[in-house]
């Protein structure tokens, strides 16, 4: 009988039996900067009692396990041979295999996948591997990144710093202080003049394109001299043409640019560093891409993209340089850290949102809701003048632009307008709150769809031409299905004095009136929106605005995750709004009581189809009500979108966190798992650590750098010589990679003989070589030089955080989440380094959520060339 024809086994808890020695999993740190791993088992591993699963393990050979049985369901264990290598799993009795995370008496949390195994692991390099037994093993939602570092939040304090602080004068104290709010200002400052090169931008553009349509189709449809064709092809001529450049900019320029850039800030505030989100190229990038995308008419917003834009502007007005540009203007020297760096992107992403919607207070709230990871008095004072900066530059810019200086009527790019009727009644709360739930479903199958084309472009699409073509296709649909609707669907409406003319157009219409399914399309997403919220009640019949909000839903689903750079409030908004006005209009017709202006209810569809998609609540109920200015809709609207959040919820997470496990980020959530309060500190510890004594040889550290990636180093009073040493010495402090890259490259070492130190070396070196510390490949140091010896106690953080083995996950992960650390310390209680933790021994631990359900799921780590698809590398949780 083959491996794959084996008689099934029953099996629950193989470690139950076992000793704790026999169930110690003698993890050992990788190569992953960051990340440890567990080593190449040559026997049948288990996790220890208090992180006992059963999940796909791949093995060297087979193992005869006890026969158990659980108390729910029988479980048993597959055998499968692949080339030499035996892969053990799960299957219930329905056949489908399944993976299972069992704590102790705490249940069991199952889920299900596809029933396919053993075919990812044939690499004998990597024999085992923990799969999420939530997306499937083939899903990216599995696995986490371990190319994306840490950023350390964690302030240094060694003597090298400490004496500097104490040089320090009050005047230089004060002149910090003072710079900080310098930094605040300046951001508001430029976040709200990119904000309006936008506008205006978009505004031109739109305009050429938009008389120039108009005018074919004047001609073409009145006078009956070109085919009904030309003006489309004019229109979507046009719209390809600027599809194309945003795309372009985004798939052979700078990826990082596409999309809103919301989900990348969101993890830079949690403590992940995204590669290249924050420079002057990305900001380039996005502000020329969203120009021409919103241009183009794809279904997206230049609100989302302002968010990133006004971060990318914090980070580097508060740098003093542009390390792209490679030019430094000598100041702000003492803002050079990951920690301050991180408070002021803070600010500039508030801006940004006070810019695109003029709602300073939403973006401190947004900042709180969605971004920070640390908060206190001082930043919220700091991130609100910010935002205050922001909104009233602008407000005062196009003021003077649009020839009314002085009016400052335009507080922020999307303006909703005032509502001259803002009275509703009791009892269409109700309604209120069934239009939250219709939103939340909305919102949920839209995240599920998004989702579905996001996967099949990671598999399918990785050729750059192929995402312009992409974009191509999307923007020619858009075009097509919006002519043909215009043309096809009879809403025809007597011309008002006070519409637009520009957008206007007669279509099929008689003289005298104009197609107002046109002029939901044709228009700008800001003036449909603000059109929604305060047209009459016969402006759009219900047949426009059931096809337009059909259609925009649809293809703003398509949209979003497309190689351009696009934001997903303005479509989100509009297709909220446009059902939520089909369902006032159709309350109107239908309702023998007192209903509510059609205007209101399309304010509430848009809150409930915005907060289905999103999740936000607290910052989108405030930036609603600062863009609306109207304080009396802040009940309606909370009560919306707890409900839309609520329903959501039950079926996926918002989307941008579904981005986020999408890109694979390690990004750690508010709070722990709640199933995972039994593991400990020793359960998921990487050990043995890579250490150094206090006084190290150049060849050494060398030779530890170039051979690991690992990005902190405890340093210890002695190295033991046994590699497999359970501990070592006494625990001094912690020093990171960049720190001993500077000290070689400074060459402070010193020839033991003579005892001179050949450089020198300041904190103001540190901040000038941040963010960008040379690899340690491109360090020059001569042969001669190897035998010297560094001094590290000078320069090693003399208070990081550390704990001892038995302290629980959830504090572990409260310490990693509120403090912003990269790495921490494991002692015994002889103060003696046992091992370390890192951002990804928490992070892939992760909560899911769907239908109702909830459970633990642990994450496995690919490398950026892993393949899902074929013979991804595999291990235990982390790459190598």
């Known amino acids: 009988m083959s491996d794959t024809e084996k008689e099934p086994l029953l099996l629950v808890n193989p470690a139950a039996d076992l000793t704790p020695e026999e169930t110690e999993e003698p993890d050992i740190q990788n190569e992953d900067g960051d990340t440890p791993v567990s080593p190449k088992p040559d026997k049948a591993q288990t996790l220890p009692r208090t992180n006992r699963q059963l999940s796909f393990s791949f093995q060297e050979r087979s193992k005869t396990l006890p026969n158990r049985q659980t108390s729910d369901e029988k479980t048993r264990i597959l055998d499968q041979s692949f080339g030499g290598t035996t892969c053990y799993g799960t299957s219930a009795p329905d056949g489908n295999y399944r993976g299972i995370y069992n704590v102790e008496n705490l249940g069991t949390i199952q889920s299900g996948f596809k029933k396919r195994i053993g075919k990812r692991c044939r690499n004998p390099k990597h024999r085992h591997m923990s799969l999420s037994t939530h997306h499937g093993p083939d899903d990216p939602r599995s696995y986490l990144s371990s190319n ?37 200002f300046l951001i508001g400052v430029f976040t709200a003049c990119t904000a309006v090169i936008v506008d205006i931008g978009i505004e031109r553009l739109s305009e050429v394109k938009l008389d120039l349509v108009r005018k074919y189709m004047l001609k073409c449809l009145n006078k009956d001299v070109c085919s009904v064709l030309i003006p489309w092809l004019v229109w979507a001529g046009l719209n390809i043409a600027f599809c194309v450049v945003a795309s372009i900019l985004i798939a052979f320029v700078e990826p990082v640019a596409a999309g809103s850039g919301i989900p990348e800030i969101k993890c830079y505030l949690n403590g992940v560093k995204i590669p290249r989100v924050v420079r002057i190229k990305t900001l380039l990038c996005k502000v020329t891409g969203i120009i021409a995308a919103v241009s183009g008419g794809l279904a997206c917003g230049k609100e989302g993209p302002m968010i990133h834009s006004g971060a990318i502007v914090a980070a580097g007005v508060s740098q003093g340089r542009s390390t792209t540009f490679a030019c430094d203007c000598k100041v702000f020297k003492e803002f050079r850290c990951d920690h301050v760096k991180r408070d002021f992107i803070a600010c500039g992403a508030a801006a940004g949102v006070a810019a695109a919607f003029g709602a300073p207070i939403g973006g401190v709230l947004f900042a709180l809701e969605e971004g920070a990871s640390f908060w206190n008095q001082s930043l919220t004072w700091r991130i609100f ?59 949920a199958a839209f995240n599920y769809i998004n989702i579905q084309l996001s996967l099949f472009r990671q598999r399918h699409m990785k050729y750059r031409i192929l995402k312009v073509l992409e974009v191509i296709v999307v923007a020619f649909t858009t075009t097509a299905v919006g002519f043909c609707a215009m043309y096809f669907v009879e809403d025809c409406t007597y011309t008002q004095v006070k519409d637009t003319e520009l957008y206007n157009l007669q279509m099929q219409c008689d003289s005298g009136q104009y197609n107002s399914l046109a002029t939901l399309f044709l228009q700008s997403p800001e003036s449909t929106v603000k059109d929604l919220l305060h047209s009459p009640i016969d402006k759009f019949s219900w047949k426009s605005l059931l096809t337009f909000s059909i259609i925009y839903y649809f ?40 209903i509510s202006e059609p205007g209101i209810y399309a304010l509430i569809g848009a809150a409930s189809f915005l907060g289905g998609v999103t999740r936000m609540t607290i910052s989108l109920t405030v930036i609603i009500m600062e863009a609306t200015r109207n304080i009396t809709f802040g009940l309606p609207i909370m009560m919306t979108l707890v409900t839309a959040r609520f329903v959501g919820n039950y079926f996926n997470e918002g989307l941008y966190d579904e981005h986020i496990n999408l890109k694979q980020v390690p990004i750690l959530p508010w709070d722990p798992p709640v199933k995972s309060f039994r593991l400990t500190a020793g359960n998921i510890k990487s050990t043995p650590v890579k250490c150094f004594k206090a006084i190290e040889s150049v060849e050494t550290v060398v030779r530890m750098l170039k051979r690991t990636t690992h990005n902190g180093f405890p340093v210890v009073t002695q190295v033991p010589t046994d590699p497999d040493a359970k501990h070592f010495g006494q625990f001094m402090g912690l020093i990171t990679r960049e720190q001993l890259i500077l000290l070689l490259i400074k060459k402070v070492y010193f020839n033991e003989s003579t005892m001179n130190v050949f450089g020198d070396i300041s904190v103001d070196d540190f901040r000038d070589m941040y963010p960008r510390y040379p690899d340690i490949e491109d360090v020059d140091i001569p042969h001669e030089h190897m035998k010297m010896k560094i001094d590290l106690r000078q320069f090693i953080n003399l208070s990081p955080y550390t704990c001892n083995e038995s302290v629980s996950f959830a504090r572990l992960f409260n310490l990693f989440r509120s403090m912003g650390l990269r790495h921490l310390v494991i002692v015994n209680e002889n103060n003696k380094a046992v091992g370390i933790v890192t951002r990804k021994d928490l992070a892939k631990f992760r909560k899911w959520r769907k239908q109702g359900s909830s ?12 393949d899902l698809d074929d013979e991804a590398e595999c291990c235990n949780g982390h790459s190598s």
């Open 148 to 184: 994306f570092e840490s950023l350390n939040y964690d302030t240094v304090e060694n003597d090298l710093t400490l004496q500097n602080e104490t040089k320090r004068e009050y005047k230089r104290f004060s002149s910090t202080s003072f710079n900080r709010w310098l930094v605040c």
């Open 385 to 443: 003048f910010s935002s205050l900066v922001s909104s009233f530059f602008l407000n005062t810019i196009l003021s003077t632009y649009k020839g009314s200086p002085g009016d400052l009527s335009n507080p922020g790019l999307a303006n909703f307008g005032l509502f001259e009727i803002s009275n509703y009644e009791w009892y269409e709360l109700i309604i209120f709150i069934l239009m939250g739930v219709f939103g939340g479903l909305i919102g």
């Open 555 to 594: 293809m703003s689903v398509w949209t979003y995750g497309l190689a351009v750079a696009s934001g997903l409030f303005m479509p989100s908004l509009l297709t909220g709004a446009a059902y939520g006005r089909l369902v006032g209009v159709l309350l109107h017709y239908i309702s023998s009581i007192t």
């Open 855 to 866: 459970g633990v799921q642990q994450l496995g780590i690919v490398s950026e060339d892993a």
